[in-house]
């Protein structure tokens, strides 16, 4: 069963209500340029959602995970892999920063110098976001079909609380492996494979 409980400890997302302001996708980074220390993230209706730190636990997870797509990714050759401190702007005009992502090397090739500087416009193919204790099951839900929707061709929700796995895919109902020992990303990532005895 899902639940949606926040542990106690946890501080949870601040959300600001911010459509007012009307702020330009320049203007947004701006704002995240000068207040480096925070971590935002912006709806595709304007809200501002100023993110807590991961807990140690948390980050030595997100580690680990970043690590093996990494070493698959220069394997490969075939794409660019992004951390947790990545954003990008999805089609809809949210501003989103998954915390593992991928997108093939073509795609990502054809941004301009200039849109790779910034939160780029482009969704990634394959995108990661793992679970923390201030992190609500249903907020990530709809983070992941936000993905799904805006182009995302394969994306993984990891609960390690729960150790469970919930995989989006389009036009597919979502998959949930209960402890699963790997994950296999194919055929979006051909030969990648995330060892969750890592992860949990």
Known sequence: MITDEVAPQASPALIINARALELTGEQFFQLCQ????LR?????DGEI?????????????????????????KQ????????????????????????????????????TPDERKRFAPICPDFVVELRSESDT????????R????NGARLGWLIDPSAKRVYIYRPSQA???????????ADPVLCGFVLRMQDIW
């Not at 959602?49 to 698959?72: A, C, F, K, V």
């Open 146 to 149: 936000e993905y799904i929707e």
């Open 40 to 44: 935002f993230e912006m709806t595709a």
């Open 76 to 111: 490969d050759a075939n794409g660019k892999c992004f951390d947790s401190s990545t954003a990008f702007t999805l089609p809809n005009g949210a501003k989103r920063s998954p915390d593992a992502s991928w997108i093939r090397k073509e795609r990502y090739e054809a941004l």
């Open 174 to 184: 979502v998959e949930c492996l209960e402890q699963p020992e790997t994950i296999t």
């Open 34 to 37: 000068d207040n480096r220390d």
């Open 49 to 73: 959602i100023i993110m807590p730190p991961t807990g140690s636990d948390t980050g030595e997870r997100n580690s680990e995970l970043n690590y093996q797509l990494r070493h698959w990714t």
């Open 137 to 144: 099951l249903n907020s990530l839900h709809e983070k992941m």
